[in-house]
């Protein structure tokens, strides 16, 4: 959180300049205003100025949406961000007409975008907020594709007697594959490799190998 403090000659005029400093509205931030007495000339008089103490709030939401709105200005791209915070998630909506070019390929550019705002918005924030950044409902696509994988791949290892690896793939995407498939009588799931090269990797059960 950042905070400044101004002395002006009025309340209105110390907050005006802090807010300008700060680059911010008034609502987004928490006011504390002091009276500084301070003497006059040759202390016959006495005048009184104001000083104010302003802090920005904690804005998860706004701050997600100012980091997206420089990035997208610097690429370029025209993108209405829509945003949602509940219970400490942040889902985040893109729309506009060049989302292709934000998603990348497999999802890899708006992954990384997740990741930067996410990196943002937690760098001061004592509670952690989990960052779902999504256009054109890619998430729940690429969910469903991954499923179907998973379900494939499970019946090759069986049919073929053979462990199959995947390609590399990120925290979300691995934990999709080993969530389709827990219940899968015939196959397990582990994760091997470092980041960001960690792939998953289907193998036969015991009891299967000796059928």
């Known amino acids: 959180m950042r905070t400044v403090e101004v002395i002006g000659k009025s309340s209105e005029e110390a ?3 802090a807010l300008q ?4 509205t008034r609502d987004r931030v928490e006011v504390d205003i002091f009276e500084d007495t301070s003497k006059g ?3 016959l008089f006495r005048s009184k100025d104001v000083k104010v103490k302003v802090t920005l709030k904690d804005d998860p939401t706004q701050t997600a949406v100012d980091f997206l709105t420089n990035i997208f200005e610097k690429m370029n791209i025209d993108a209405e961000i829509e945003t949602r915070l509940e219970n400490r998630n942040l889902n985040i909506e893109l729309k506009g007409t060049e989302m292709a070019l934000l998603i990348g390929r497999r999802g890899q550019t708006l992954d990384s975008l997740q990741y930067l705002v996410s990196l943002v918005v937690n760098k ?3 509670d952690y907020i989990r960052i ?4 054109e ?3 729940e696509k690429r969910e469903e594709t991954l499923k179907k994988l998973a379900h494939k791949l499970a019946y090759k290892a069986k049919k073929y007697r053979k462990d199959i690896i995947l390609e590399p793939m990120n925290p979300y995407e691995r934990r999709i ?3 389709a498939l827990q219940e899968n009588k015939h196959v397990g799931t582990r994760s091997e490799g470092d ?3 960690r792939k998953v990797i289907i193998y036969l059960n015991r009891n299967q190998r000796t059928q």
């Open 15 to 17: 907050i005006s300049q």
């Open 21 to 24: 400093e700060l680059n911010t």
């Open 41 to 43: 000339f040759f202390g």
């Open 124 to 126: 001061e924030n004592p």
């Open 132 to 135: 779902i950044l999504d256009t």
């Open 137 to 139: 409902n890619y998430r």
């Open 177 to 179: 594959i080993h969530s």
């Open 195 to 197: 980041e960001p090269y």
